[in-house]
C-alpha cells in the first residue's frame, strides 16, 4: 500500500492525563509523505516519542494537584489544635471530604470539665462548724458550772450525829468580798472573712481529648471575700461569696484566662448530721492574653454561667477518728453560649480518718453527669484520689489530692482518661 494514495488521511492521537483533561495531535498523511515514519522502526519510535510525551503531561498534571494538596494540607495544619465547647452555629464549613465534626474540634476552646476551678476540696470542709456546732455553748456552760461552785452547799446530817443525839449544823465559811468585776467583754463575731489561696493542678490530660492528650499543669491563684452564715432562724443559714482567680498553663499560655464567680446560698440543717442547701452561682471566664491565631483579645469573655443547685449532705462518725461524708446535688445550668446549657447530677463520697488533731487523711469518688439541654451530647466523669488536709494554723490549710479521672463523651474525640495530681494551700487573711 503506498501512502501517496491516501489523502487528506488524519492521524488522531489522545492522551490523557489524571485531570481528566486530554489532549489531541492532528497530523495531515500528506505532510508526512515525504517522511518515512511509516517504517516499522520508525513506528516503534513514534510511539515511544508519544509514550514519553504522555507521560510527561501525566508528571506535569501529578505535580500540579501535589502541590495544591500541600498547600491544603499546609492550612490544615495551621488550624488550632483541639479546644472544646463554642456554638456549632457559630462555625461555617466549608464542603470537604472530612467531616464537619473535624473542623469543629479545631476551632472550639479548652475543655473546662476536668479542671478544677469549679471543685470544691471537699463539699462539707464550709460546713464543718455547724456539722459539729454544740447544742450548748462552752462558754455558757462554763458560766453555769462557776455559779453552781460558788453556791454554799446545805450541810447533810450524819449517821454518828444521829446516834449521839446531837445536831451539828455546820457554819459555811465566810468568803471574802471579791472586787467588783468589770463588766464581761463582749467576743467580736466576724460577719465575713478574706481568705487567700494558690494552688497547682496537674493532669496527663488537660484538654480531655482521645485523639491527641496533652500533659499540662495550671496554676491558680485567687482570692474569696466571704460572709459568715448569717442565721435566719435556729437552723437556718444565709450565706455569701464573692471569688476571683487567676489561671494559668504551665505551657499552654496562649490559653490563660480569669474567672469571677459570685455565690448565694440558703443552709438548713435537717439533723445533727446532715443538711441541705439550695444555692445560685454565677461564673464568667475572661482570656487573660490575645491570640492572632485564635482571633480573640484580652479581656474578651467567652463564658457567662448561671447556675441553680440543690444538694444534701450528710456526715457520719463510724469510729472515734473515722467518718463518712456523702454529698449530693443537683444542677441546672444556664449559659451564654448555648451550647453550655445543661444539667448536672453530681455525687461525692469521701472516707476521712484523723490521725491527729492537725492532720487528716481519705479517699474520695467523685461522679459528674452531665446532660447538654442545647444539643445532642451527655457526659460521664468519674475521679477516684486519695486527699490529705493539713490544717497548719487556725488561719491556715493545706490540701493535697492524687488519682485517676475516667469517663467519655457522646460528642467526638472527648475523653476524661487521665492521672492528676492537686495542691492548694489557703490563707485567712482578715475577718471582719
Not at 469517663?407 to 475577718?431: C, H, K, M, P, V
Amino acid at each position: 500500500m503506498r501512502l501517496n494514495n491516501w489523502k487528506n488521511l488524519f492521524f488522531y492521537i489522545l492522551l490523557a492525563s489524571s485531570g481528566g483533561s486530554w489532549c489531541c495531535m492532528r497530523v495531515n498523511a500528506a505532510e508526512l509523505a515525504n517522511t518515512d515514519i511509516w517504517h516499522p522502526n520508525n513506528l516503534v519510535s513514534t510511539q515511544v516519542t508519544y509514550q514519553q510525551l504522555c507521560h510527561k503531561l501525566q508528571q506535569k498534571a501529578i505535580n500540579s494537584l501535589c502541590k495544591q494538596s500541600s498547600k491544603s494540607h499546609s492550612l490544615d495544619f495551621q488550624m488550632p489544635l483541639n479546644l472544646a465547647q463554642q456554638t456549632p452555629e457559630t462555625t461555617q464549613v466549608p464542603d470537604q471530604t472530612e467531616e464537619p465534626e473535624n473542623t469543629q474540634k479545631q476551632n472550639d476552646p479548652p475543655q473546662l470539665e476536668s479542671q478544677p476551678s469549679n471543685l470544691p476540696t471537699s463539699p462539707s470542709e464550709s460546713k464543718d462548724q455547724l456539722l459539729n456546732a454544740p447544742e450548748i455553748d462552752y462558754s455558757q456552760r462554763l458560766e453555769r458550772l462557776i455559779q453552781l461552785l460558788r453556791s454554799p452547799k446545805q450541810p447533810s446530817e450524819s449517821d454518828s450525829d444521829r446516834e449521839l443525839g446531837l445536831r451539828v449544823r455546820l457554819r459555811p465559811l465566810e468568803q471574802p468580798q471579791l472586787p467588783p468585776t468589770e463588766q464581761p467583754v463582749v467576743k467580736f463575731k466576724p460577719i465575713g472573712y478574706l481568705q487567700g489561696r494558690v494552688g497547682y493542678f496537674h493532669t496527663t490530660n488537660i484538654f480531655s481529648s482521645e485523639d491527641n492528650p496533652i500533659e499540662d499543669g495550671l496554676i491558680i491563684s485567687g482570692l474569696t471575700l466571704a460572709s459568715a452564715y448569717f442565721p435566719l432562724g435556729s437552723k437556718t443559714y444565709l450565706n455569701g461569696s464573692i471569688d476571683g482567680n487567676l489561671i494559668r498553663y504551665v505551657n499552654q499560655s496562649q490559653y490563660h484566662y480569669n474567672q469571677v464567680r459570685f455565690n448565694l446560698s440558703l443552709y438548713q440543717q435537717l439533723s445533727q448530721r446532715m443538711y441541705g442547701e439550695i444555692s445560685w452561682s454565677n461564673q464568667q471566664l475572661f482570656y487573660a492574653n490575645n491570640s492572632d491565631r485564635l482571633d480573640f483579645k484580652a479581656g474578651d469573655r467567652f463564658l457567662n454561667e448561671n447556675s441553680l443547685q440543690v444538694s444534701l449532705g450528710r456526715r457520719d462518725p463510724l469510729t472515734s477518728r473515722l467518718t463518712l461524708d456523702s454529698f449530693y446535688e443537683l444542677s441546672v445550668n444556664f449559659a451564654d453560649p448555648l451550647s453550655r446549657d445543661r444539667i448536672i447530677n453530681s455525687l461525692w463520697v469521701s472516707l476521712n480518718y484523723n490521725l491527729q488533731k492537725p492532720l487528716q487523711v481519705g479517699i474520695d469518688y467523685q461522679g459528674n453527669f452531665s446532660d447538654f439541654t442545647q444539643r445532642d451530647r451527655e457526659d460521664q466523669f468519674h475521679r477516684l484520689f486519695g486527699h490529705l488536709n493539713y490544717r497548719i494554723s487556725d488561719t491556715s490549710n493545706m490540701n493535697v489530692q492524687a488519682g485517676v479521672s475516667l469517663g467519655s463523651s457522646t460528642a467526638e474525640n472527648i475523653d476524661f482518661d487521665g492521672w492528676f495530681f492537686n495542691i492548694n494551700y489557703s490563707l485567712q487573711l482578715g475577718r471582719f
